[in-house]
């Protein structure tokens, strides 16, 4: 069975521009979470969909970050524009539905750096 | 979530037990104990949860204190691969539906050949 899979491993833009990352949870997975590790800090909740539904969006660090999950499955993450301080790492998880404690599977991330 | 406390390096030759502990003084009764790990260049990923009662699985072994304010993962026999930061989370079991973690700095375990 295939795990979390996230585009690209590796983005390098420059300040301004637009970049989109993508995640694909595991099949079947309601819960879709985004993470991110800034450089020197902890990794930290972004958001939670349910199905494409945002349940949890008290992550998301300012209106210049956009994130989609359409159909309920794969979900994207949009940084427009995109400062020096969003370079980073962003994880995104996946676990099944609404049960308490489930196991949360993480890809392996998508490294950003803005220059 | 309430807060824990882990040591923030450890070390432990390989094939020799580990013993990673936690402090979480401030539990409430609800909150479950979750062990991560995050491997070099991957993300994070599941170790082991318990509530009250010691729990093992294939990975690792969970031994939480009969007051609940401290716990401790056991690695039976440290291989090289399981050089990794790990990460000790508490989560409010109450949060049906809401499964986010907090992470903290977690322990770096250095496995030594």
């Known amino acids: 069975e295939a795990g979390v899979t996230q585009f690209p491993s590796h983005s390098v833009i420059e300040k301004g521009q637009t970049v989109t990352l993508r995640c694909d949870p595991i099949?079947?997975?309601?819960?879709l979470y985004w993470y991110r590790r800034v450089m020197g800090k902890e990794i930290k909740f972004l958001l939670h969909?349910?199905?494409?539904?945002?349940?949890?969006e008290s992550g998301m660090p300012n209106n210049r970050f956009l994130a989609e999950r359409t159909g309920g499955t794969y979900s994207t993450l949009k940084v427009q524009p995109a400062e020096l301080e969003d370079s980073g790492v962003y994880f995104c998880a996946s676990s099944q539905g609404l049960q308490r404690n489930t196991e949360a599977f993480f890809g392996q991330g998508t490294r950003l750096t803005v220059v | 979530d309430a807060k824990t406390t882990q040591p923030n390096s450890m070390e432990s030759n390989e094939e020799e037990p580990v013993h990673l502990p936690c402090n979480h003084s401030?539990?409430?009764?609800?909150?479950?104990i979750h062990w991560y790990r995050q491997l070099p260049s991957q993300g994070p990923e599941y170790v082991i949860h318990g509530l009250t009662s010691n729990v093992n699985n294939r990975m690792a072994s969970l031994a939480i204190a009969e007051d609940r304010k401290s716990s401790t993962l056991i690695l039976h026999r440290a291989t090289l691969r399981d050089a990794a930061v790990y990460y000790c989370i508490l989560r409010d079991g109450r949060d049906f539906g809401n499964e986010k973690l907090t992470f903290g700095t977690g322990t770096r375990l250095t496995i030594i050949p």
């Open positions: 401030t539990i409430s009764g609800t909150d479950y």
């Open positions: 099949s079947g997975h309601d819960n």
């Open positions: 969909f349910v199905k494409e539904s945002k349940q949890d």
